[in-house]
């Protein structure tokens, strides 16, 4: 068994009392509460493991979606961005914040809770799209300009597919 799946963390109080009372507190016990306190954290965080790719496609789906859409209706490439009449790179700035970069950090969340999922090559896709964001986000958060931002990798459209 590997250690993380044979820990359990609690505080200073709870620690000693378990320690001491080892019968009130049976190993199956201990293993339901931690099985439900990470089921907790991984809802609350908005992620899950899923048991089939399908579902976790689905999850993706709508992240994906929302993402291509706002690029090509705001983005650098976007109608709007060549007219210089129009407010399209201030709605983009907006956008990146208030959409894409949330979506993407989701994204992510989804898939490194599914990696069981994965082939090795979306695993290559994957730590590609970990680039671009990161990289992407130090361009629209922390205003990096020595930084190129990697283009999206095209093969995530295709992810658990």
Known sequence: MALEQNLILLCLICHKIVDSEEGAYPVELLKK???????????????CSFDRREE?????????????????????????????????V????????EVIIPNNRM??????????????GEMVTLEKFRIHVDEFERKHVFGATSSSVPKFPEEMNEMLR
Not at 90 to 97: G, L, P, S
């Open 33 to 47: 509460w931690k099985s439900s306190h990470e089921a907790r954290i991984s809802t609350a965080f908005g992620a």
């Open 107 to 120: 994204i992510l969340k989804i898939l490194d809770f599914n990696t069981h999922l994965l082939s090795s």
């Open 90 to 97: 201030e709605i983009w700035r907006v956008r990146v914040r």
């Open 56 to 88: 976790a496609r689905s999850a993706l789906q709508s992240f994906l979606r929302s993402n291509r859409v706002t690029f090509e209706t705001f983005g650098p490439h976007s109608e709007t961005a060549w007219n210089p009449l129009s407010d399209a």
